[in-house]
């Protein structure tokens, strides 16, 4: 009997010791987070450390959610409506143009980016491209009548002599989980956001695609 209580005494004090041993060194403390031991518990050692650096506080960009890639290969061609207009696969109250009328390098970068989009999982509308001098006056007289006046449209619509869809340099992009997958990528295809109002408005720059968008403009 008495040569058991001598038994386990040694035991209880040679693990008090090696618990001890393995305190200082850290040991334990790996241990116990390997564990998952509640990290309170385990950073007795560490309360004499200096405090963590403060961190510059970054805004999030948020993230796409997960898609399911499309099929690989080409885009299919949209479905025409009965005038023969185009409709946006993803969401058919918007038109889903060609870019024909883009200058060679926009064109170019848009065919590109819309196929990365489209194996991620997205489709890019082109809800309006390229247009022409009457027609973009037409949409600024329209704006003109809307708002009452010259100086309050041009804040919605520019007129011909100043809008890039004339110059063929900007689409409008639609739906908008589609133009916000294109916000995030920065330029990468030469493709940028510019309005603050314009969620789907886009212009193409190829600077952009090693100097990033610049700022947004609080609108036209
Ligand atoms: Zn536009």
């Not at 209580?5 to 241990?31: C, F, K, S, Y």
């Not at 916000?180 to 956001?193: I, N, P, V, Y």
Request: hydrophobic fraction near 40%; proline fraction near 10%.
């Amino acid at each position: 009997m008495r040569r058991k209580i001598i038994g386990l005494t040694l035991a209880i004090g040679l693990t008090g010791a090696l618990i001890g041993v393995l305190g200082t060194t850290g040991v334990w403390q790996n241990a116990a987070e390997w564990a998952g031991l509640d990290a309170a518990a385990s950073t007795t050692t560490s309360r004499t450390s200096p405090p963590a650096e403060t961190s510059v506080e970054v805004v999030a960009v948020p993230t796409n959610p997960a898609r399911p890639p499309n099929t690989p290969g080409p885009q299919p061609e949209p479905k025409l409506d009965p005038n023969g207009k185009p409709i946006c696969a993803v969401d058919p109250s918007y038109f889903d143009k060609k870019v024909d009328g883009l200058k060679d390098a926009a064109e170019a970068a848009w065919k590109h980016v819309r196929q990365v989009a489209w194996e991620a999982g997205l489709t890019l509308c082109v809800h309006d491209g390229k247009r022409s001098t009457a027609a973009q006056q037409a949409e600024f007289d329209a704006a003109v009548a809307l708002h009452g006046s010259v100086a309050k449209a041009k804040q919605f619509v520019l007129p011909p002599g100043k809008s890039l869809h004339v110059q063929g340099l900007a689409v409008d992009v639609q739906p908008r989980p589609s133009a916000a997958w294109l916000e995030r990528t920065k330029g990468e295809f030469g493709w940028c956001r510019r309005y603050a109002n314009e969620p789907w408005h886009f212009e193409f720059d190829a600077r952009y695609k090693t100097q990033g968008c610049p700022e947004l403009l609080p609108h036209p």
